[in-house]
């Protein structure tokens, strides 16, 4: 079955580069996305990519996608305290499955 | 983006009662909704899968007859959770779908059963 995994934590400087890793195994997905959930709030969808693209930049965010790996990144740039929440990957088949979620915590 | 709506947004009722759910797509036909249960500082877990006008897809340990899903059209589709225990008090979120590329949740609703 399915199955999306991600790191549990991650914790960086203001103003340095986060980056959030994402495994899953389904190679049939079609997109995969990055959704971000602050403490007690619904989700906020961030970036998508579709399965045939290796790369897309949004702003401060560069999703990577390497499709041989099954590896999906996010990258923020110039992260900041308001960055600070859980991040979860997500891909999409015929069912949309979400990873495990990584909380990220950014200090001064 | 397309607003999904999903009232109550908390909800607290009495051990053996059951509680619907509602999921609302505002702007957009969804063809396709998604119940996902959020235990605290968990990841979303999927429930069922439903597609309007047939039976939900449930996964595997969901138990079909405990949370009914009906999506009878394709604006709304609602969660029955039937006879609910403590062990149900979950933050459940709704996800649509239009067939393209993305899903729009709904805000999400905090059921506590006591």
């Known amino acids: 079955g399915e199955d999306v995994e991600q790191s549990l934590f991650l914790s960086v400087r203001e103003g340095d580069s986060s980056v959030i890793n994402c495994t899953y195994t389904?190679?049939?997905?079609?997109?995969l996305y990055w959704y971000k959930q602050e403490p007690g709030a619904g989700l906020q969808l961030l970036t998508y990519?579709?399965?045939?693209?290796d790369m897309k930049q949004d702003q401060r965010l560069t999703v990577l996608l390497n499709k041989k790996d099954k590896h999906l990144s996010l990258r923020i740039a110039d992260t900041q305290t308001g960055d600070s929440a859980i991040y979860f990957c997500?891909?999409?088949?015929?069912?949309?499955?979400f990873g495990t979620g990584t909380r990220l915590q950014v200090f001064p | 983006g397309a607003v999904v709506s999903q009232h109550p947004s908390w909800v607290i009722c009495k051990s053996g009662t059951s509680v619907k759910i509602e999921c609302r797509s505002l702007?957009?036909?969804?063809?396709?909704m998604f119940w996902y249960r959020q235990f605290p500082k968990q990841s979303l877990m999927l429930m069922a899968t439903?597609?309007?006008?047939?039976?939900?897809?449930?996964e595997q340990g969901v138990e079909k007859d405990k949370f009914l899903i009906n999506h009878a059209s394709l604006t709304l589709s609602t969660l029955t959770v039937t006879s609910a225990h403590p062990e149900d008090s979950s933050f459940y979120i709704c996800?649509?779908?239009?067939?393209?590329?993305?899903?729009?949740f709904g805000q999400g609703t905090r059921l506590t059963v006591v």
């Open positions: 996800s649509a779908r239009d067939g393209n590329t993305e899903a729009f």
């Open positions: 389904d190679s049939s997905s079609t997109y």
């Open positions: 990519i579709f399965s045939n693209m």
């Open positions: 997500a891909e999409l088949t015929d069912k949309l499955i």
């Open positions: 702007d957009f036909q969804a063809t396709t």
């Open positions: 439903s597609n309007e006008g047939s039976k939900a897809t449930y």
